[in-house]
């Protein structure tokens, strides 16, 4: 059992401990361990005198700590903690009763007020190991609401043997459904919509659904006892919550998957089987950035207003909130979903442009990035803009870039190691770093959204 004992307070003395203690397996194979640091994922890390490197989940900075292996590996070993000897002082009382058991919130025994921090100096290391460059001195990260935060969530709808719906996600450490009553990290309004008209909405709708992901000769055993099913939920900031499952008839779509969001004075459609920021809180802030960065360029000369290329576009989140700077855009998103939202977000927009005001010539493309770079030359200083997903920039799609004319690139990054892994690449192409901003977008998680200014 997890021991939060706070008044045997960390001791700077005995910051070796671990060098004596860490050969001395325990009869439950227990190890005893002085955590040297926070890695990227948020475990403790420790390097053994032996060679021994671990990764312990639940273990911060500083700690003494009994770990129990959990995974081993030729260069590393992965443990848990099952009791914690000396606390850290930013060690806390985890708030929600799941955690370490739905798959999410793994930050949550850090004090809130510390996450940043913390994280701050992880992605220095991360980047310095990574990227053998340093993030500038001015690295700051952007820090908003640490709880009731997040706006976008994917749940599973489960059905009991006894027919009652409860709503859960999917656990750590295998695929079973954890059924919450109140996550804390999502917002109120998500929260109402779970105990209140979730259950019947989705029970009205989702049973043809059921026979159908199923097949004809499931259905019968399926109506019994539907299975689970991942259901998308969306907050517009404004309580109006929508949602998407696979399957969905399309009149359901339309009444209850699309939504509207105001961000910086504009009206963006979406919908919740697409991506969407999920902090809706500090997005302003990123916002804000992205059009410092994009003005920036614009003064600097080494970018133009001739084109703006918004790759890895989701519904144009980033063409919309810009267009007005530009006289040509292009949108590139994969997901063909995307497109139709992105015609109108831009569009839209561009209707309510003032009389005196030029619209641009919008390009609204579905097909994967690399794939477009590939076939369009970027032969014009053109202001580039990506945001692609966890797995970083595609290896074409970056060569690409380092071929065109684009001098200067805005790379928004939801994973700061393939964000790292990139700009090393970029570097040895003649890019540097302009500037870089974190912003907590996933408070009580390891995970952090980071913007780069690449030049050349
Ligand atoms: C992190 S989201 C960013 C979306 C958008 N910039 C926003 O802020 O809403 C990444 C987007 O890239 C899309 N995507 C993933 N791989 C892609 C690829 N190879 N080419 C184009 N889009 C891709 C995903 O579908 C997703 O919409």
């Not at 325990?26 to 040297?36: M, P």
């Not at 005198?49 to 500083?62: C, D, M, Q």
């Not at 969905?248 to 919740?272: L, P, Q, T």
């Not at 030029?358 to 794939?371: H, K, M, Y």
């Amino acid at each position: 059992m997890v021991e939060f004992r706070r008044k045997n307070r960390l001791n700077p003395d005995r910051k070796n401990d671990h060098r004596r203690s860490s050969h001395k397996l325990q009869g439950d194979k227990c190890l005893t361990l002085r955590i040297e640091k926070m890695v990227q994922g948020g475990d403790g890390f420790v390097r053994l005198e032996n060679g021994h490197v671990w990764f312990v989940a639940g273990a911060l900075p500083g700690e003494l700590c009994k770990v129990r292996p959990t995974f081993r590996k030729k260069d590393f070993i992965k443990g848990r903690v099952v009791e914690i000897l000396e606390p850290s002082p930013d060690r806390v009382k985890p708030r929600c009763p799941l955690y370490g058991k739905c798959g999410g919130c793994s930050l949550q025994h850090l004090a809130s007020d510390k996450q940043a921090e913390y994280l701050e100096k992880v992605e220095r290391e991360n980047f310095r190991r990574l990227a053998h460059a340093e993030l500038p001195e001015d690295f700051v990260i952007h820090t908003g609401n640490a709880w009731g935060y997040r706006n976008r969530a994917r749940v599973v709808y489960h059905k009991t043997p006894d027919g009652r719906a409860v709503f859960g996600f999917r656990g750590e450490e295998s695929n079973n459904v954890v059924p919450f009553e109140h996550c804390p990290v999502l917002t109120d309004a998500l929260n109402d919509f779970l105990r209140g008209p979730a259950a019947s909405l989705l029970a009205c709708n989702s049973d043809a659904s059921h026979r159908n992901l199923n097949g004809p000769s499931d259905s019968k055993r399926n109506l019994s006892r539907p299975r689970d099913m991942d259901v998308n939920l969306f907050d517009n900031g404004k309580g109006e919550i929508s949602f998407y499952y696979p399957g969905m008839r399309k009149s359901e779509f339309d009444a209850h998957a699309v939504s509207h969001v105001e961000i910086a004075g504009r009206k963006i459609e979406a919908d919740a089987s697409v991506f969407f920021q999920s902090n809706l809180g500090l997005l302003p802030e990123l916002v804000d950035a992205v059009r410092k960065a994009v003005d920036d360029g614009l003064a600097s000369g080494k970018a133009t207003n001739d084109w703006l290329i918004d790759l890895f576009s989701g519904v144009g989140f980033f063409a919309c909130i810009l267009q007005d700077k530009f006289k040509k855009i292009t949108t590139v998103e994969r997901e063909e979903g995307c497109l139709k939202h992105a015609k109108a977000n831009l569009s839209v927009s561009a209707a309510a442009r003032t009389a005196e005001s030029r619209s641009p010539v919008i390009e609204n493309v579905s097909a994967p990035a690399e794939d477009w770079l590939l076939e369009n030359v970027v032969d014009v200083p053109a202001t580039l803009i990506v945001d692609p997903p966890r797995t970083g920039l595609p290896k074409d799609a970056l060569e690409a870039i380092v071929k065109s004319s684009v001098n200067r690139l805005i790379y928004v990054s939801c994973d700061p190691v393939t964000l790292a892994r990139d700009y090393a690449k970029f570097a040895e192409a003649g890019f540097s770093l302009s500037h870089a901003e974190g912003f907590a977008f996933y408070p009580q998680t390891p995970h952090l959204e980071m913007m780069f200014v690449l030049s050349r």
